[in-house]
């Protein structure tokens, strides 16, 4: 394996480049052996026997099932203080077209997102907080399962996640391929909007084309819906409220049968946002919308809204300290600041409703132009020192040792 081209200061990197050769290698095996939400059992396993060649102190397995925490004391514990570090472990339900000598040997399944990498990366953080023990109180490395609409954070939160193992704050970063290699984007507010999921079922009355007359078309009525349900962001939010509907698929009738009208239309799509006013203004709308419309043709309409993942929002003085630490590392000029939120959703945000926290991105540039989700994406490894050096600054000036008497 060649040398990592990526450069950055302080003693954590310096020591995690010295065995980025082995997370390199994890990195790959994990990327080669992809897993779905809540079935990641080959990734727990290599992640827990990792952590005990590690040294932490304690490995605790089966969390929301496949979820694994483990544990790391400071030199001192006499500030009380306890801080997470988490890291998604699940791949996509897609077939890896990438040639890579490590692409994925389990057909129809890809790490497209990265999460690979984000487990090697907290993984080296652990071997490295373990082995210096720089800090006082103690490290909390949770590896979560089911980020992909599995929820799987929320599902380690209601298994007592916090209860067991009370963090002050906590922390997540997700490699960026828009960002420059060794660069680091964050905000002090909304990372990622929610997302909702839209299903609307329109009754009408089916019959013969040639007929229409006799019927109530139940797809004439979905075309107006879909029409209108583009004026609620238009005509409904204020522009400088963020938010996206997007019913993205239709269901009505049968490809092969020409001249008959169906019974019965679904639509399903996306609902977008940052604001829970915004959020609800739009259920509503919605509502009202799809009901009138229907109605005004006869037919009868049926909102079904699912609150799939809240807004991943960070709360401002971890965000602040976050931005300080990756300063540390890479430099002022290497750490966006004020990065621009996306509409994309992430299950990190049911862990920034129960703690503080704040929610990264790690640059890693779009190696030959492929973006996350897409079936030629991989991780880039040159960053995995610099991430594994950002989670073990974090716990090293969050929990800082008292200073020693001159």
């Known amino acids: 394996m060649r040398a990592p081209t990526l450069q950055a200061g302080g003693r954590a990197f310096a020591r995690i480049a010295q065995f980025h050769p082995e997370l390199t290698a994890l990195r790959r095996e994990l990327h080669a052996h992809p897993e779905l939400g809540f079935e990641e059992y080959y990734t727990a396993a290599r992640v827990a026997e990792a952590l005990r060649l590690a040294g932490v102190d304690e490995v605790h397995t089966g969390i929301?099932?496949?979820?694994?925490?483990?544990?790391v004391r400071g030199r001192s514990?006499?500030?009380?203080?306890m801080l997470g570090l988490r890291a998604d472990m699940d791949a996509l339900p897609m077939t890896e077209q990438g040639e890579c000598a490590w692409r994925s040997l389990?057909?129809?399944l890809m790490h497209g997102c990265g999460h690979d990498g984000h487990t090697a990366m907290l993984v080296g953080a652990a071997r490295y907080l373990a082995e210096t023990r720089r800090f006082d109180g103690t490290a909390v490395l949770i590896f979560q399962p089911g980020e992909e609409g599995h929820a799987g954070a929320r599902a380690m939160v209601q298994d007592g996640l916090f209860q067991r193992f009370p963090v002050d704050a906590v922390y997540a970063m997700h490699n960026w391929p828009a960002l420059p290699p060794g660069t680091v984007g964050l905000n002090s507010g909304p990372m990622m909007a929610a997302a909702d999921r839209v299903t609307i079922t329109v009754a009408g009355r089916g019959g013969h084309g040639a007929h229409p007359y006799q019927t109530v078309d139940?797809?004439?009525v979905a075309a107006h819906i879909i029409t209108a349900a583009q004026s609620i962001v238009s005509r409904n939010t204020r522009p400088i409220d963020a938010a996206v509907v997007s019913l993205c698929a239709m269901q009505a009738g049968d490809l092969s049968a020409m001249s008959v009208v169906p019974?019965?239309?679904t639509l399903v799509g996306t609902v977008r946002t940052f604001d829970p006013a915004v959020q609800g203004l739009i259920e509503r709308r919605l509502a009202e919308l799809c009901g009138a419309i229907a109605?005004?043709?006869?037919?009868?309409?049926?909102v079904r809204f699912e609150r799939i993942y809240p807004a991943t929002i960070n709360s401002a003085a971890e965000a602040r300290f976050a931005g300080d630490v990756a300063e540390g590392l890479v430099g002022a000029d290497?750490?966006?600041?004020?990065l621009e939120p996306s509409m994309g959703a992430e299950d990190f945000s049911f862990m920034l409703q129960a703690r503080p926290g704040a929610y990264l991105r790690l640059g890693q540039g779009a190696s030959g132009g492929h973006h996350l989700h897409n079936s030629r994406y991989?991780?880039?490894?040159d960053i995995l020192p610099l991430g594994a050096a950002l989670h073990a600054s974090l716990v090293e000036q969050g929990m800082p040792l008292p200073a020693e008497p001159a």
């Not at 290497?334 to 004020?338: A, E, G, I």
């Not at 991989?378 to 490894?381: A, G, M, V």
């Open 263 to 265: 019974g019965e239309a």
């Open 295 to 302: 109605q005004g043709f006869g037919a009868r309409a049926e």
């Open 334 to 338: 290497r750490v966006v600041r004020d």
């Open 106 to 108: 389990r057909s129809g």
């Open 218 to 220: 139940p797809v004439l």
């Open 77 to 81: 514990q006499a500030s009380g203080r």
């Open 64 to 71: 929301a099932g496949t979820g694994v925490v483990g544990v």
């Open 378 to 381: 991989d991780f880039n490894d």
